[in-house]
């Protein structure tokens, strides 16, 4: 690629960004658009629409500058310690990112422009220069002039890990913070206790009374059982929708009085009202919902699971550490998710299937990793102009057409390849589920992990190692050449990467803005039933967004080294991202639970192994470059890199993991003395019921519509 | 190898067997010799000297039956718990290999023996057959009887490991009836501390006594810290030596009246007795020790760890699993060891340096066990006639007779690599110590490890591969290749290993029942001094001496499926092992402290690497003699392995590490109303006191012979 159509490129994606961010400007001010564009404020009731003025109709900054405005606090108060920790993977990255840039465009970049490898030491023809010309490859072997790429790399190491140690530090205080200042909640009172093993005589839920009454009398305070509901939470949902379709009738003053025969499809019987109608059989089904309730707890469809509340924060932590019972398979203690955070279909009862499951899905997530581009291939394959022409021949016609032809061939493999990726996140999920986690946001840190390593293998490694002869298992196998083989392939795909960060970075940041499937879809709904009260309020999908963004801290500290000019690129990426998603954490997402910066320590590692990376293809590039000493000495850079990832491990995830004895007493002290806490340990007792279990009143609310409903 | 030479070796390894058990039958009944064969008795005080008969000069069995008569009950109480793991990894492996040896005896021998590879198909000329003839590279390449070797895979892997689990789970409970069984133990009460941080005001005493009684009050009962004490035992190692010298003289009735002068060297000053001069200096040390030792508690040479006792077990193990302090690297918690099982010299005062050094100790003991041979072999080289004769001409006389010159060239590289083998124990302790373990149990315990992969790997791998075109690096870098590598290079050593079982097995355990080297030092010592009241009884060197049965153990499951003609003379080892360890246990060898069965995690993962390896061996042949769909269907085989391994992790391990609160809260209430508590809760405060703090009475004693030692 050559410097002018990267120019082209960036131009054409700033002024799609600039329309974006102007239409943006635009339509979030118009009322019909509010609940595409805030619907927290919405549902939170402080959105306020405005009378009509021509202001409504001009692009305004202002939404740019409260995001940027908006303090930390005030930020942890709207979008909890998730939505902070969130926010500062931009500044963390922007931080590095300045230095690097700083040093990578100052200093490294000249260097390599001044090379000679690839003849390109010509000023004058500066459009027309390969970009090559300003990567690492563009300096002739053995040159001294990569001594000053060695330092830069020491140096970026220093920097990146100083504030790596920082953010740690900070974050963990934050979290530390935060447990200090909360208010007793259900989950610091309470464990999972799975396997418990049968007794002969009683249920399940027997034996948990008198274990936890025998050994633990003076702190036990209550248990929930874990049940089988599935089969009720069908129901429920049946009768969540005949409700809707009910107040949907009733709020229509024309189909109130539709009717329909009552009998077998409705074509003979009784005319009867349509409200009628469903409100009768909204009737029937919730009697079957209460029966199969009752039929749930009498006929104890328990599963051998139990939430065990404990008096003191310090009580529930000590039954979660010590081993229980004398068969370490048997009373196995988890800590317990935030109520509203429990994952209700876990069922995985006993300790074989949990773990068998899990390498199942271990061994599913690796195959679908590193074998992911093969379908996908085949499809795309497929997808071109005479295949499509045999499958449906009508298209025939419209094919001939050069340009039709030439759109879709050119088009359709593209659009194939991100309809696929974009299901990966939602497969990582279900499988992240399926390994037996209890908890959304367990099961939501666990697929940001796995799609993680999925798009670094996917869009790094599959991407660059094509170039060189790929093969998946021969890379891996023959580890001892990893760094060459990287040193060889990496550098040659500085230009793609530019272009990604520009095409894929930025547009993913404008149409996070902009809302384009919400905002479709808003509009199709809105013409085709009216406005809708329901607003649907989401969290931020860290799944898919935190991966996103760790990949280009990844490209950025790997070109970084090889191809400077990057940089810029990836500054302007965290630039728009840090505006937008502050405005978007505040206006649209709500978060549903808080896991108080779990995530953080999957941030700490990717950075870790983006330097790791960078450092063993300096160490092979240095090989190739014949500079073999500086090859060596990169060596100890490596490990110092290595120990100090180990350091932070032991000295800051175990504050990420659980609460020490000294804050947990503290907490409790405190609050021994709160003549709330009786009214907060009675809550506490049926904190845990599983909601498939709580009564439900659609039918009285269906009648007298203005009650808010019950669930 | 031809058979008939493997049955001169065996033949003579098997006299030499007699003559030493034969031997021993006679020394061990000689008065003079019963501080080498029954050290223990006589330090038990249970050693009687029988008069003088003719029946002291014929050999007799009768310490055979008595070894084998012994119930595990006795030798639970008289070698604890280590002592009856230890005789069940003879148990266990005789089990395996009773079935195994009729399994390839009966079935794969014959065989490999019809098979055509060698053309050795001829029964008349059976002694000087090739052994390979017995091994399963006799078999022709896609013979379909390799079934029946795949058949004896799947059967032997199922039989060991139903016997492995079955061992695990004897074991455990085992473990389980000890703790319910035991008496109060001041480490069932106590914890380690460290990296107590520094408080502003006072000391680190001081500041683990507010700690601990602001969270623990009601549990909380003592501290002791642990000080810097190098020095001060330097000085009572002196003490001691000059207090044994001083005993000596006053036994020694002509001495107690030689004399010396008081002044420099003895040259010249006041004529003084010996016994004088002694006490005197005696004397004189013992107070320097006092100063010392209130120095120690004064000046406080106190180290920031520190063993805190509490009230109850269950409390110890609460303060134990909760992480304490809000940053994990203070207050760090570890199990105690028994108080003899403590190793004073640990020092590492802060979590940084620790795991730097343990990180060293690692990378040393790789470097030590991958590269041993390339010193050893250097130095073999030069141990030959023509650089002898360089060093010390004088020699050249002698060297020049054929004989002398033989058994030199022949002998001397072989000693040097036994003495250069013998030394990696005591250097593995080492290592293992400056890993920063806090007991005794625990260093031998990780040396035991260390020496069991450096044996596999110098014994085995190094071996085996040195045949095919060995390189270490290499052989770990192409790892899809070891399967087949293996394949090639093993079968290849089954004669050698035959033979190493014969002469290094059998050798060993007569040698050991023998006591070569106590026998000589005694001899030598009795004659220079005459009889020594002070019998030193060691334990049971774990370190060296699990590695090697764990090698045989490695061997006879590995040529089990390739030469199984091996087995037989396994078994052998394993028999004799097993009569003369167990007499070793009663007489010799006495348990300074016991870790309750924590060896036998170690034996498991041993064999279940042997495991892995005889089955990716059996995948690679199976590949070499052109049965793919074999080699294939033994994929699964290896994976059942390890997941087996993994259950029994989950399964069986926790109980090696920790107890559970149900043992724990049952033993405490137990006890609650046991009135001995008192007492021993009060001996529980110094219970963990330094033995170097200890106050010392040796002069006392020296005047007043017949006092017990107060140490």
Chains 1, 2 share one sequence.
């Not at 530019?498 to 803005?513: D, F, M, N, P």
Request: hydrophobic content about 45%; glycine content about 4%.
């Amino acid at each position: 690629m050559i410097l002018s159509a990267l120019l082209t490129s960036v131009g054409i994606n700033l002024l799609l960004c600039i329309l974006f961010f102007t239409l943006y400007s635009i339509l979030r001010k118009q009322p019909s658009n509010i609940d595409v564009y805030a619907p927290r404020l919405v549902a939170e009731g402080k959105a306020h629409s405005s009378a009509f003025s021509l202001e409504r109709l001009l692009p305004s900054p202002g939404w740019v500058r409260r995001a940027w405005q908006l303090s930390e606090d005030e930020l942890l108060s709207a979008a909890g310690l998730d939505g902070v920790v969130f926010m500062r993977i931009f500044t963390f990255s922007l931080k590095i990112f300045s230095f690097m840039g700083l040093v990578g465009i100052l200093i490294l970049l000249p260097i390599n422009y001044v090379g000679k490898q690839l003849n390109a030491f010509d000023i004058s023809d500066l459009p027309n220069k390969s970009l090559d010309a300003f990567s690492i490859s563009n300096l002739e072997d053995g040159s001294k002039r990569l001594w000053v790429h060695f330092v830069a790399l020491y140096l970026a190491t220093g920097v990146v890990c100083y504030f790596l140690y920082h953010e740690y530090r900070y974050i963990s205080l934050k979290r530390l913070d935060l447990f200090y200042s909360s208010k007793p909640q259900p989950h610091q009172f309470t464990i999972l206790v799975r396997s418990i093993p049968k007794s002969s005589e009683g249920t399940s839920s027997d034996s948990v009374e008198s274990f936890f009454a025998e050994y633990y009398p003076s702190i036990y305070l209550s248990h929930t059982m874990v049940c089988r509901t599935s089969k009720l939470q069908g129901l429920i949902t049946d009768a969540k929708k005949l409700y809707k379709k009910l107040t949907d009738l009733k709020s229509d003053a024309h189909a109130q009085h539709k009717s329909r025969r009552s009998g077998f499809l409705g074509l003979w019987g009784q005319k009867v009202t349509l409200v009628d109608h469903y409100g009768k059989k909204l009737e029937d089904l919730e009697e079957n919902v209460r029966m199969e309730q009752s039929d749930v707890s009498l006929a104890r469809e328990e599963l051998p699971e139990a939430f065990v509340s404990f008096k003191t924060r310090y009580g529930a932590s000590t039954a979660l550490h010590i081993k229980q019972s004398d068969n370490p398979a048997e009373w196995v203690t988890e800590i317990a998710p935030e109520p509203s955070d429990v994952y209700w279909p876990f069922f995985y009862a006993t300790f074989l299937p949990r773990w068998i499951s899990k390498l199942i899905v271990i061994v599913a997530t690796i195959i679908l990793t590193l074998l992911f581009l093969i379908p996908v291939a085949f499809v795309q394959g497929l997808a071109n102009a005479s295949q499509l022409v045999k499958w449906l021949p009508f298209l025939k016609g419209i094919l001939t057409i050069a340009f039709v032809s030439q759109v879709i061939t050119g088009y359709l493999p593209s659009l194939i390849l991100q309809w696929f990726l974009s299901i990966v996140p939602p497969i990582m999920k279900i499988f992240s589920s399926m390994q037996g986690y209890i908890s959304n946001s367990e099961i939501e840190k666990s697929a940001c992990t796995k799609v993680l390593w999925f798009t670094i293998w996917n869009v790094f490694f599959a991407n660059v190692l094509t170039g060189s002869a790929f093969s998946t298992f021969q890379f891996f196998l023959d580890f001892k050449d990893i760094p060459q083989t990287l040193a060889i392939a990496v550098p040659g795909q500085a230009s793609f990467y530019i272009s990604y960060v520009v095409t894929s970075g930025w547009t993913s940041v404008s149409s996070e803005l902009f809302r384009m499937s919400p905002l479709f879809w808003s509009t199709i709904t809105s013409c085709a039933r009216g406005s809708d009260n329901e607003v649907d309020v989401s969290s931020v999908p860290y799944t898919s967004v935190i991966p996103r963004i760790l990949l280009f801290v990844l490209l950025g500290i790997t070109y970084f080294f090889l191809a400077p000019l990057i940089l810029p690129f990836v500054l302007a990426y965290f630039c728009l991202g840090y505006v937008v998603y502050r405005n978007q954490l505040i206006n649209v997402y709500a978060p549903k639970y808080d896991t108080a910066g779990k995530f953080w320590p999957i941030v700490h590692n990717s950075t870790i192994f983006s330097l790791v990376l960078v450092q063993a293809l300096a160490v092979g590039l240095f090989g190739l470059k014949q500079l073999p000493l500086a090859s060596t000495l990169t060596f100890p850079l490596i490990v110092l890199t290595l120990l100090f990832n180990e350091y932070c491990r032991k000295r800051f995830l175990p504050i990420f993991q659980t609460y020490s004895a000294e804050s947990l007493i503290k907490k409790d002290r405190k609050d021994s003395s709160d003549p709330a806490m009786t009214d907060f340990l009675d809550k506490l007792v049926t904190a845990y019921r599983d909601p498939a279990l709580m009564p439900i009143h659609y039918s009285q609310n269906a009648n007298d519509h203005n009650t808010p409903l019950l669930t």
